[in-house]
Nanobody, 126 residues
Framework: QVPLVESGGGLAQPGGSLRLACAAS????????MGWLRQAPGKDREFVAA????????YYADSVKGRFAISRDNSKDAIELQMNNQKPEETAVYYC???????????????????WGQGTRVTVSS
C-alpha cells in the first residue's frame, strides 16, 4: 500500500466549512481514481466523493452534492475536499482513498475505493 496522509480535520460549526487535504507519501497515486470515505461513530463507512485520474470527472454522494467539492493536483500527488454548509450528522473520521484497480480512468470508482490513510477527524458542532 502507498501511505496517504490526510490533514485539515477539526471542529466546524453547523453551516461552516472545512477543507481536507490528502497527499501521497511514497509511490505516486496520480494514475488512480481517488476519493474520500467517512465513518461516523457507530455507523458503517460510507462514500463521500471521488475524482477520476484526470481531475475532470467528479462524483458525490447524494447527501453532499452541491456542498462538497473534490479536486486533485497530480503534479503534487494530492487531492482536496472542500466541505461547505456542514451538518452535525457529518461528524466522522474522513479517510483518503484510492481505487487501486483503475489506471488512467475517469469512471466512477466509488465501489472500489480503499482507505489508505489514517483518517482525519471532523467534528461539526456548535
Amino acid at each position: 500500500q502507498v501511505p496517504l496522509v490526510e490533514s485539515g480535520g477539526g471542529l466546524a460549526q453547523p453551516g461552516g466549512s472545512l477543507r481536507l487535504a490528502c497527499a501521497a507519501s511514497g509511490r505516486t497515486t496520480s494514475a488512480h481514481a481517488m476519493g474520500w470515505l467517512r465513518q461516523a461513530p457507530g455507523k458503517d463507512r460510507e462514500f463521500v466523493a471521488a475524482v477520476g485520474w484526470s481531475g475532470k470527472s467528479t462524483y458525490y454522494a447524494d447527501s453532499v452534492k452541491g456542498r462538497f467539492a473534490i479536486s486533485r493536483d497530480n503534479s503534487k500527488d494530492a487531492i482536496e475536499l472542500q466541505m461547505n454548509n456542514q451538518k452535525p450528522e457529518e461528524t466522522a473520521v474522513y479517510y483518503c482513498a484510492v481505487d487501486p484497480t483503475s489506471y488512467y480512468s475517469d469512471y466512477d470508482p466509488r465501489s472500489y475505493l480503499e482507505p489508505w490513510g489514517q483518517g482525519t477527524r471532523v467534528t461539526v458542532s456548535s
